[in-house]
């Protein structure tokens, strides 16, 4: 495919240099514009011709008969100038009255003709979006004709989508040329796409009209069926990589609501069923620090999502650490009662929410730098704000990794979680251990509600379905083991997006609850089951 | 001689009760009937007909806190997914219910309206029998006496409990309700059953056949009173209440857990579908929103504001958040959230018995200082005694 885009690069710029040198000549050749004096059918090959030529007179020309202003004087195309008639092809001013032109009629064919061949003529534009329209155009209604301003618009274009839709409009015309051997070099060249749209296009050749094949020759039909063996297979693989990719970006999303709900479970064996509400609030806290740089320092909007990393942190961890002292603390050991209160401040801070802000959905902007995406094979892109999330939760989970494994907080968190009294006879102060935790948990929460708020709708209700995925995340992987949630996440996230594709979003989402019912049938403890001797209660 | 069933029966529940059963008997069956029937409608003791619609529904709300009450209470499993076997018992009847509207639907044909919309030629196999009201009946105890222990007999097996079992209770109502939501799973997808018309042939909204499902419903409420009261009373309920104290120690004498549980986990689940069949044709309508998880855990909360482990607690649990829940959604909905959440929080934190342990340890105190007031002599705190095992405090042992 390199070799081939270097090749057709090579010609291009053969094709340039000579087409540079030509306008040396001061203005259009004459015998181009002799069809105008002609009849409907000398016209249509006239604006033909001047498309494919190109340049800034053929356009002058063109603009004159689409303004109604291009005339014939004695078989001499000219244009109207107000009181005067300048020469069409050279631009010079003629002598002659605007009275005696007889003016250039067209009707629906011709213009027809002279919408692609100002589109052929629009290719060469400066700005992506009149090429892009110009492309669809032209690719709607290809000419063998237009076939040279196909290449010389390939030569010179960057843009792939604009490439794609080109190539495509110069294959067709190929693969209708009457020679076999151009219809072969077509097929092969169309072969290296990964475009759907090609693959249909070859789809077509194997077709049979009529008892006769639409492809008459059979070897350009076996190069054809080749082709379109290499097309799905390139579209399964990017489709492939896709998929995971958006396993990926969901499992980053589970990951962020697990990390913390893993830390506060592990700590304290109580599920905080208002995690997901911790999330909302660190959504809305992004949301206002949007606000707030919206109003102050618009120069910098770019940079609001950084600035709402730690007042997310913050905010959540507040709320969070309100819950610990007022609530939690006094039902620790009574983790079902817990689970009940813990519902009840979800509701609260719902509602909370949903009178505070309203009910309807906020929507966040995405800073320039995260939006719009990679393009990995037509129709497969992914965006840059799914690659920050994942970036975004790698990160959050480095930090948690060295809190919890280089830091005395950490190694006090990890001693509550396997033995809470004997970490109280050793001298933990397991009381303010679990209010750190709480408040680190329900930060790590607040994070992954500023991820969230840059790829969903920020709303009051927007955390209630993470809880249970959350905690499943937690379940599968094993109470207290970071390395248990993250294979977790990333599997389940992986898991569903695959199951997605295949059965849709319901199915894929009782089936996936139905697979960890049973798994944890096979192991309660989870994938990673902390070592060691336990008695249950 | 081991004394005949009935008779353990009657004599399970205590006189004061039977007393208690007969007033309600007397109010529900007699009193509202009448109220609702004979009495003229300007007669200020006339019932109207949305009271007694909404007074069957909290009957029924009272049945599902009962059959909460005897799984959470009594053997210490919170369910969260309740609402499910609710919904099951409800949309079995409601099937029998879409079939008894016959051709009188909007479409005027023989399938109900939603297979019409969705261009369905013939009903789907799992709607054979559904025109048969025995046949209704007996799905309406099937369904989720079937799903109930298809699931628990998995779950109990692998000693699934405390809050995995609720998270994973929840999940399975959660998932249900994604299935249902589904037009193509052939219950109607988001509008569910509505509409209904008549049963038996009787006009669904004649006084008369109101009258008759609110009787049901107090009927249903009563038989599962008493027969909550003889199971917990029972040589059963004892080995349930010590599952739940110390599940441990119960295998090592020699009990197989699972059993019990099974037992009364899909007992449980079938008086919740009892509930439901009597629910939708009061209410009018099925839809998947029952299945939420909110709806579930709502029911928990009935049970821990009346106060979990006695039967009567649940039944007046139901009652007041239900009737408070009528209360705030008329007058101001937006605090009803916030009075629920404050609600859980609040009862759990500060009135961990509920009413009825409120109720008990302030006749408690008044008996203490009665009998310190008489003696004058420091008597040992009668509260363990009195109130049973407590059984936070039980688990908390073990657990440290």
Redesign the interface.
Known sequence: MFRSIVMKRMFGVALLLTLLAAPARAALDPSLLAGFAGDFQGRMAAIEALGVAGGDDARRVLDALEAGRLGVIGGRAVIVDGDTVRDAASGEALDQGAGDVELVTLNNRVRRTLANARAALALTSADRAERLGAAITLGDNPNETLLPVFDRALAAETDEEIRGILARAAARIKLASPDALTRLRAVRALGESSDPAVKNLLEGLLQKRDGNWVEAHPEVRTAAKLAIDDIEGRIAIAEGVGTVFSGLSLGSILLLAALGLAITYGVMGVINMAHGELLMVGAYATFLVQGLFRSYLPAYLDWYVAAAIPVAFLSAALVGVAMERLVLRHLYGRPLESLLATWGLSLVLIQAARVIFGPQNLELANPSWMSGGAELAAGVVLPYNRIVIIGFAVFVLVLIWLMMQKTRLGMFVRAVTQNRPMAGCVGVPTARVDTLAFAIGSGVAGLGGLALSQIANVGPAMGTGYIVDAFMVVVLGGVGQLAGAVWAALGLGIFAKFLEGWAGAVIAKILVLVFIIVFIQKRPQGIFALKGRFSDS | MRTPFTIRLIQSTPKSGWLAIAIFATLTLVCVPLAHLALPESNPLHLSAYTVSLLGKILCYMVVAVAMDLI?GYAGI?S?GHGLFFALGGYAFGMYLMRQIGRDGSYGADLPDFMVFLDWKALPWYWAGSDSLLWALFLVVALPGIVAFVFGW??F????K???F???T???T??AM??F??NETGFGGNNGFTDFKRIVGHDITSPEMRVTLFALSAALLIACLVLGRYLVSSRFGRVLAAIRDAE?RVMFIGYNPLHYKLFIWTLSAVLCGLAGALYVPQVGIINPSEMS?ANS?EI??WV?VGGRGTLVGAVLGAGIVNLAKSFFTVTVP?YW??F??????A???YL?DGVVGLWRSLRERRATAAASDAAAAPVPAPRAAASGPDP?AV??G???
């Not at chain 2, 097996?157 to 699934?160: A, G, L, M, N, V």
């Not at chain 2, 629920?340 to 929080?345: A, E, Q, T």
């Open positions: 959470w919170l969260l998995f779950a097996r692998s000693r699934i405390g809050v995995y609720s998270i994973i929840q999940a399975l959660y998932a994604l299935l939501f589904r441990s998880p855990i928990a909360v821990a937006e959230p916030f629920l959440g404050f609600l859980f929080i009862v759990t934190l961990p936070v688990s908390k073990a657990t440290a």
